[in-house]
């Protein structure tokens, strides 16, 4: 199947973009970033906007911030820069790691970082990376700027804080410094499929470096969105992550995500990958603060 | 709309609706059937092509996106009545069977050597995932990349030069168009 007859418009800044996007009201314009979801629910028949307004041109792409703090990354930065990068591996490292199991390397290739997030598929490693890490979505309007915290950023399938007729230009995560570390784990049907379950977890060490301090723990395919997990936290706070506890992490996870069934699971599967993914992710963090701190 | 773009090396000006895939003006206005239909969904990789020495699904780019870019298909690669050494270690070592993977399989993992992502099997795997290949069982095809990767006298050269430079280095000293690097 094809995608349906629609208008396309190549604008080159984003005071452009945004009035095109506009539009008259009456008719469905769509941002276009990397295309690789649109594209193909377009030729799918899923989505079937009037107006394609392609951000190729818009100069969204560059990132600022090093070492611990606040990183902004242009909402086009591609999933491939993310992963290939030395430098934004340096900078965002579970936004690099996380990256590597984005779709297959073409899509990978274009596919953005803005479009992703905005795109909002309920799977998206990206999502679990925004919740772990925190941070804010940078939001453009015609009428200005706005921040949207990533815990009140996902709304549900497909949707998110985006309103129609903005765009989603700029992703800030709060990457924290020395003390800490991150990890991730999907686990999926094939190498390049969507995710049954993924996990994405920041570990900070207290200043002993004994224990975990704080924990952010962010699982995608489990629900309509992805979703910090606060009861595979709250284990882990003030407690030194070993077997028995990544075993407690497991067990309240599985506990506290409802999947449903699908057409390749059962809910009870992919709640248990999930309870695998967060403590996998969770331990891989807890190893590298370790590391880190001696 | 009018789109214009070099394609394997030859400028091009097509008219071409806005809506079709790059696969579809590719295959039904150049009339370039190498890059392959498969899926249709970005999952099987048969239409990748290289834009600007990138590999991409042209199932999933639009037609106008690649304004002002140098589009690859495999068809590109062979020169002067030899095929491409990748091409060659396909053939020799049984990484083609029945062949329709074949043309983005190939492109995929020319890019993966040029940019340094094949330097071991796990690797070629992890830059081949979602080039969907029905009859080899990849083993084959593995083989091949790395045989390429190593025994092709410029392969080191390759793998750290940007897109573009390839036949350059055995060339006539004519400098390819930018981001057209392995046309005739």
């Known amino acids: 199947m094809y995608p349906r007859p629609f208008e396309y418009a190549r604008p080159e800044s984003v005071a452009e973009a945004l009035e095109a996007l506009a539009g008259d009201g009456a008719s469905e314009a ?91 598929d309920p799977a998206s490693e990206l999502g679990t990376v925004a919740l772990a890490y925190g941070g804010r979505a940078v939001i453009t309007g015609q009428g200005g700027e706005r921040s949207v915290d990533f815990d009140e950023f996902f709304h549900g399938f497909f949707e998110t804080a985006v309103e129609s007729g903005e765009l989603l230009t700029a992703v800030e995560l709060d990457v924290p410094g020395a003390g800490s570390g991150h990890g991730f784990h999907e686990v999926a049907g094939r190498a390049d499929d969507f995710a049954i379950a993924a996990a994405a977890a920041v570990v900070t060490l207290d200043e002993a470096g004994a224990a975990c301090a704080d924990a952010r723990l962010a699982l995608a395919g489990i629900a309509d969105r992805p979703l910090r997990i606060g009861a595979g936290e709250d284990v882990c706070r003030g407690a030194a992550i070993d077997e028995p506890l990544l075993d407690r992490v497991a067990a309240a996870v599985t506990e506290a995500v409802t999947p449903e069934d699908d057409a390749f ?7 248990r990958a999930a309870g695998t993914c967060a403590a996998r992710a969770l331990a891989a963090a807890w190893e590298r603060a370790r590391e880190g701190a001696r | 709309m009018r789109i214009s773009f070099t394609l394997n090396g030859a400028p091009q000006s097509l008219e071409c609706p806005a809506h079709w895939t790059l696969l579809r003006m590719l295959r039904d206005v150049a009339g370039r059937t190498d890059a392959k239909h498969g899926c249709g969904e970005g999952v099987c990789g048969a239409c990748a092509v290289l834009v600007d020495g990138v590999a991409m699904n042209s199932c999933s780019v639009l037609a106008p996106q690649v304004e002002g870019t140098g589009v ?71 083989a091949a990349v790395a045989a390429y990767r190593d025994g092709d006298p410029d392969g080191a050269a390759i793998a750290s030069d940007p897109p573009g430079e390839h036949r350059a280095k055995g060339g006539e000293g004519a400098a390819p168009a930018p981001g057209v690097g392995i046309g005739p």
């Open chain 2, 72 to 142: 690859e298909t495999v068809a590109g690669l062979a020169s002067g009545g030899e095929l491409h050494p990748l091409q060659a270690e396909m053939v020799e070592r049984g990484g083609v069977q029945c062949g329709f993977c074949t043309p983005g399989m190939v492109l995929s993992a020319l890019e993966a050597v040029r940019v340094g992502a094949a330097g071991s099997d796990a690797e070629i795997r992890h830059s081949l995932a979602g080039n969907l290949c029905r009859c080899t069982g990849y083993g084959k095809i593995v």
């Open chain 1, 265 to 271: 699971v059962s809910a009870e599967y992919r709640a």
């Open chain 1, 30 to 120: 769509r941002p276009l970033a990397g295309g690789q979801s649109l594209v193909p629910m377009m030729s799918l028949g899923l989505a079937a906007p009037d107006l394609l307004v392609d951000l190729a041109r818009l100069p969204l792409a560059g990132s600022e911030g090093n070492g611990g703090g606040t990183v902004r990354l242009g909402a086009l930065t591609r999933h491939r820069e993310l992963e290939r990068s030395a430098e934004l591996a340096a900078r965002v490292p579970l936004a690099s790691e996380a990256a590597r199991f984005i779709g297959n390397p073409r899509v990978r290739n274009r596919g953005t970082l803005g479009g992703s997030l905005s795109h909002a």
